[in-house]
């Protein structure tokens, strides 16, 4: 009996643990090409959440709501880059970790303004109510989460590796100045990495919403998480935030049980620790050779 209660408590903290990875896939996507991070990444999480349910309570229909929303996410996206990241890669400055964090932050003001500080409920077609796997509660709400992160993650590692648009995001990410000598737009290429981010980031609103409401502060301890899956897992790892994510909830989701609720953010900031002690470029990063 004990042996299947911690069973499901590693399930269950694994299948959330795909959101971590989700929202670290994001920025991945952003890396790639610009070498910068959208530190305001789980803003755009929480203010896609809310948009969509405010659409829902127009009368949309759930598949209208959704693609609407993964627009609302790309238009955010291209928002943070125009705004925040653009100047600043363009002097060659650190000065977009500083404007995201200011850009999240008036995200945060704006939610809390418009649609309050109370948490929310997000209403889904999808039950709750629960499936029996061998002796493991599985609802199909987590089954979606698992279903809808890996799915987009695919697509978009087809769209890297199997398009042009995806050879343009090799040739910016190595070299931006030679990509421009060969007619690569860079600065076209860097805003379609942060309209993908933004869009992969209303997804992990629209999957995560049903299961943790919808608040200003809702994105808060997830994008923290994400992070830390991001730096362990490497910024160019692709897949490998899935295997570090997956990790990371079943842990959190143990540590809570035999430690206790207050100690289940430690396994993720004691990860992000080591694996910048120990492996600077992540477990399935490629070191980086610099010619002198």
Not at 17 to 27: D, P, R, S
Not at 101 to 112: K, M, N, Q
Not at 183 to 190: D, E, K, L, M, Q
Request: glycine share 12%; proline share 4%; aromatic share 8%.
């Amino acid at each position: 009996m004990q042996g299947l209660i911690i069973a499901q408590m590693a399930v269950s903290g694994a299948l959330m643990g795909l959101v971590y990875a989700l929202v670290a896939y994001g920025f991945q996507l952003t890396y790639a090409t610009s070498k910068s991070i959208n530190f305001g990444q789980g803003e755009l999480v929480m203010m896609s959440a809310f948009c969509c349910l405010t659409l829902t309570h127009l009368g949309l229909p759930y598949p209208v709501m959704a693609l609407a929303g993964v627009g609302i996410g790309a238009l955010l996206g291209l928002f943070v880059e125009r705004a925040g990241v653009r100047l600043a890669l363009e002097q060659q400055s650190e000065g977009w970790i500083l404007m995201t964090i200011i850009i999240g932050l008036f995200f945060f003001s704006t939610a809390e303004n418009i649609w309050g500080r109370d948490d929310r409920p997000f209403p889904t077609p999808i039950s709750s109510d629960p499936l029996h796997f061998y002796g493991l509660d599985i609802t199909p709400l987590e089954i979606s989460v698992a279903v809808g992160v890996l799915a987009v993650m695919g697509l978009v590692e087809l769209l890297k590796h199997r398009t042009l648009l995806g050879k343009a995001f090799a040739a910016v990410a190595a070299d931006r100045d030679a990509a421009e000598l060969m007619g690569i737009s860079a600065r076209r290429t860097v805003m379609l990495s942060y309209a993908l981010s933004g869009m992969v980031a209303a997804v992990a609103g629209i999957l995560i919403s049903p299961i943790t409401t919808v608040g200003p502060t809702m994105a808060s301890a997830l994008v923290l998480k994400a992070f830390s899956v991001a730096v362990v897992a490497g910024l160019d790892s692709g897949f490998g935030v899935v295997l570090v994510g997956l990790f990371l909830g079943a842990l959190e989701s143990l540590a809570s049980y035999y430690l206790g609720s207050g100690w289940r953010e430690a396994p993720g900031l004691l990860l992000l620790i080591l694996a910048l002690a120990l492996r600077p470029n992540g477990v399935f990063g490629k070191a980086t050779v610099r010619k002198v």
